[in-house]
Nanobody
């Protein structure tokens, strides 16, 4: 059974930092993109960041560029999202994914709350 488990969410003041982790089990994703989406209350899920299988290519939403950094450790089947200079508008449930676009696996989500 494939599972993606996020951790690292929580409550932080504006300007602070958090590091999210997403550990995969049940299969290896070392040949696939991994990434993050988020969903704020009353809003649609939106793309945050993605990373290629070897980490050589990354992409970010304009709203997080320069503040968030995505990385991965294929030996641990884990990806990370370092979030710095957090803003109240970053408040959302963050979901990690892994696998091909035709059949992605998703985590259960972790809450990030940024207070002003």
């Amino acid at each position: 059974q494939v599972q993606l488990v996020e951790s690292g969410g929580g409550l932080v003041q504006a300007g602070g930092s958090l590091r999210l982790s997403c550990a995969a089990s049940g299969r290896t994703f070392s040949r696939f993109y991994m990434g993050w989406f988020r969903q704020a209350p009353g809003k649609e899920r939106e793309f945050v960041a993605a990373i290629s299988w070897n980490g050589g290519s990354t992409s970010y939403a304009d709203s997080v560029k320069g503040r968030f950094t995505i990385s991965r450790d294929n030996a641990k089947n884990t990806q990370y999202l370092q979030m710095n200079s957090l803003k109240p508008e970053d408040t959302a449930v963050y979901y990690c994914y892994a696998g091909p676009s035709s059949g992605r696996y998703w985590g259960q989500g972790t809450q990030v709350t940024v207070s002003s």
